[in-house]
């Protein structure tokens, strides 16, 4: 079915109208951060891949002026504007940004020869644009040096847009990240990155049309960028606070912050600049403990902690700080502020949740009641734009007693399609609900009449006016939602309502990822696809021998799951695979066909039939899944 947006409803154009009174409008200081040091901007700012797809194209959010309309939350209509100011930015003397050219920022560090690029964005075209743009303006300096914050794609996607493996290999270019970087970076966008990938799509609106009353921007950023992911690995590795690199004369100071905004982290002081990289620990946005694509939770004590770390390092000897979001914020004593009030953000959101939590309260409960102190409510780079009070202490309730809230009543529910029959059934049937939601939608009761609909919607998927009710609520809690994301899902969920299953536009696990797992890991994506029922009746044995690696090892499908192992083995397997490392890995995309085997340089001895069979019980993901109907 297809049916068009409608327009804001009266409760939703008085929310709106409420917080411009409430919240501090007049206060202009990011608008004028984030424009500070413009050099130049990139016009057209659209970028396109080789086959001519258009990849990246912040034009499409020059709607951005003026007043919020209705159908956008005012806080959230001007988080959009700040974020989508693109161009090539001086943070200090020595120090550029490239901003709006991805879902994150690229920063250059001019060295003595050359430039050292901190986290080069998502995609190869997107930060290839970026590198161009800079040296457009600051002349053609060899990149002599690439650094990873962390391990989330947006800060290492496009490292083969500003360099190759071969100047890595050569030692020209120097790859620093912290510690574990490499196996977070892959593992996240392999193991449940189908499912990820399938809800960042929702998450980040990529696919959504944009404009009043589709997609403003993520709130981190604009939405991610659809081109080529690539991975180099690191040649230098940060493991401890304190540790003190010098790259191209770039002195640099390191602190460890694993376990924060991801699991591989790390943030930078140049102490010859006074400039501090935040990385993603400290931006101007409640961040996620629980980003909505799908994560494990993070540790808000860890983060608070951390920001009080670089505090105590850094915060006497620091005139600016950035991060690989948003815009800088310049000046001693408001960086220190500023680190503060996110540091207690997060602090107070982890102490407060188990106070609750342990007078008996449950995540929902919490979510709903705990106010934030009035100083970081009226900040504006404590609200939640890309994180949400909401959403995080429910994180934090999961973190610490996972998803049972103690409820008896809630420990063996039916799964929603069971449940909505049951629902519908004893609420009088489809009709009747969808008529006492429409008094709710009238009402402005849209919470209500979201959960009531989707019941309808997953007892029978094709009941026209529940489908076009709900996608008319979810519409109307997108238009009023302050979170970016919040408002993608909502807009992304009425979108699949009224015209069926739209696409996953950007696709993480890429070759270059897949390449870098180890055979190790590459076994464990194997296992996770093996369609277990279908495999109850099946004994495989397969050894794997990897010349280059000089590992042998036996892998088992038995009981419906694969294992492996190293150690000597006194049978002989049902077949064996004679490989390097990269041709192992090359079989994900080749397949276990004698021609994927052939194409992949990897010879079989044994029982070709067992290698069929095995492969026959593969069951990829699908990129598409439905994601509010059954």
């Known amino acids: 079915m297809t049916s068009p947006s409608k327009a804001v409803q009266p409760p939703i154009a008085r929310q709106q109208a409420a917080l411009r009174e409430r919240l501090p409008f007049a206060d202009r200081q990011d608008f004028e951060d984030a424009t500070r040091g413009l050099i130049a901007r990139r016009a057209p700012n659209a970028v396109r891949g080789e086959d001519g797809r258009t990849v ?37 003397d020595g120090v550029y940004q490239v901003r709006g050219l991805d879902l994150s920022n690229v920063t250059f560090v001019e060295g003595d020869r050359g430039v050292l690029v901190i986290d080069p964005l998502i995609s190869t075209e997107t930060a290839a644009a970026a590198l161009e743009l800079y040296r457009e303006h600051r002349g053609p300096r060899p990149v ?11 800060h290492f996607g496009g490292v083969k847009g500003v360099t190759t493996q071969e100047d890595v290999d050569a030692g020209r270019v120097t790859v620093i990240a912290p510690e574990g970087f490499t196996e977070h970076a892959v593992a996240e966008n392999v193991y449940a990155g189908t499912a990820m990938g399938r809800r960042a799509a929702y998450m980040y609106g990529a696919a959504l049309a944009r404009g009043p009353r589709g997609a403003v921007g993520a709130g981190l950023g604009q939405t991610t960028s659809t081109g080529t992911v690539t991975l180099i690995p690191p040649t230098l590795t940060v493991t401890e606070t304190g540790q003190t ?29 006074r400039a501090l990289c935040t990385a993603e620990d400290a931006t101007h946005t409640l961040h996620n403990l629980l980003t909505l694509r799908g994560a494990v939770v993070r540790d808000p004590h860890l983060w608070s902690h951390a920001l009080t770390e670089a505090i105590d390092l850094f915060g006497e000897v620091t005139d600016v700080a950035f991060a690989s979001h948003h815009w800088p914020t310049w000046g001693r004593e408001r960086v220190v502020a500023f680190l503060k ?5 997060y602090g107070y959101l982890h102490d407060q949740s188990l106070r609750l939590i342990n007078k008996g309260w449950t995540g929902a409960e919490i979510a709903e009641h705990l106010p934030l102190p009035p100083a970081l409510e009226n900040a504006w780079h404590a609200r939640g734009y890309y994180g949400s009070v909401s959403h995080n202490l429910k994180a934090i309730y999961q973190r610490y007693l ?11 529910q039916h799964p929603p399609a069971e449940a909505g029959r049951r629902y519908v059934e004893f609420m009088g049937g489809a009709d009747t609900v969808v008529d006492k939601a429409r008094g709710s939608f009238e009402e402005g009761d849209y919470r209500w009449a979201a959960e009531v609909l989707s019941h309808v919607v997953f007892a029978d998927p094709g009941h026209g006016a529940a489908r076009e009710l709900l996608a008319d609520t979810l519409e109307q809690l997108g238009y009023g939602a302050e979170n970016g994301t919040w408002r993608n899902f909502y807009l992304s969920g009425s979108t699949e309502l009224r015209q069926g299953r739209f696409g996953t536009p950007t696709v993480t696990a890429s070759p270059d990822i897949i390449a870098h797992l180890s055979p190790a890991m590459l076994f464990d994506a194997l296992a996770v696809q093996i369609d277990g029922p279908r495999a109850f009746g ?16 036996r892998l088992t499908l038995e009981n419906g799951v694969l294992t492996y192992t190293r150690a000597a083995q006194k049978t002989p397997a049902d077949v064996a695979l004679t490989a390097t490392v990269p041709g192992l890995s090359a079989l994900t995309t080749t397949g276990l066909t004698p021609q994927g085997l052939q194409q992949a340089g990897v010879v079989a001895d044994g029982d070709l039939g067992a290698l069929e069979r095995f492969s026959a019980l593969l069951d990829p993901g699908d990129r598409d899944f439905p994601m509010v109907t059954p």
Do not use: C, K
Not at 83 to 89: H, Y
Not at 402 to 412: R, V
């Open 56 to 92: 990246w194209d912040n034009d499409t959010y020059a709607f951005l002026r003026g007043e919020a309309p209705e159908t956008v939350n005012p806080s959230l209509w001007r988080q959009a504007q700040l974020v989508a100011e693109q161009g090539l930015f001086e943070v200090v």
């Open 144 to 154: 002599t040096g690439v650094l990873y914050t962390h391990s989330h794609v947006d």
């Open 245 to 273: 690199e010098t790259v191209d004369g770039i002195r640099m100071v390191f602190q460890m912050a694993p376990d924060t905004e991801a699991p591989a982290e790390l943030l930078i002081h140049f102490p010859d600049l």
């Open 341 to 345: 009030q996110q540091r207690d953000l």
């Open 402 to 412: 996972g998803w049972f809230d103690g409820n008896p009543a809630h420990l063996w």
């Open 538 to 553: 099946e004994h495989i044995t397969i050894d794997v021998h990897l010349t280059d690696a000089g590992a042998h090892y």
